[in-house]
Nanobody, 124 residues
Framework: QVQLVESGGGLVQTGGSLTLSCAAS????????MGWFRQAPGKEREFVAA????????VYADSVAGRFTISRDNAKNTVYLQMNSLKPEDTAVYYC?????????????????WGQGTQVTVSS
């Protein structure tokens, strides 16, 4: 059974930083692209970043490119999202997600399983 458990969210001031973690279990982590998504109140869930199974070829939403960094540690079955220069508009629940197909390239779509989310709040 696939489990994705996010952690690391919290309250931070504008310009601050946070690092989110997502611990995966129940499948062969190292052969799947992983992604991060977020959902703000009253808005649809949106893509944030994705990373290939080897840790290369990251893809970012335009709104976070240059501020956020996605990475993974296959030995620890964990994917990370380092968030710098945070803005109030980054406030959302952040979810990690597992791509539905093994060995797929990083993409903005195609994710089949999700964690429960972690709240990130950026105060102005």
């Amino acid at each position: 059974q696939v489990q994705l458990v996010e952690s690391g969210g919290g309250l931070v001031q504008t310009g601050g930083s946070l690092t989110l973690s997502c611990a995966a279990s129940g499948y062969t982590f190292s052969i799947y692209t992983m992604g991060w998504f977020r959902q703000a109140p009253g808005k649809e869930r949106e893509f944030v970043a994705a990373i290939s199974r080897s840790g290369g070829s990251p893809v970012y939403a335009d709104s976070v490119a240059g501020r956020f960094t996605i990475s993974r540690d296959n030995a620890k079955n964990t994917v990370y999202l380092q968030m710098n220069s945070l803005k109030p508009e980054d406030t959302a629940v952040y979810y990690c997600a597992k791509h539905q197909f093994p060995r797929a390239s990083p993409s903005r779509v195609g994710y089949a399983e999700w964690g429960q989310g972690t709240q990130v709040t950026v105060s102005s």
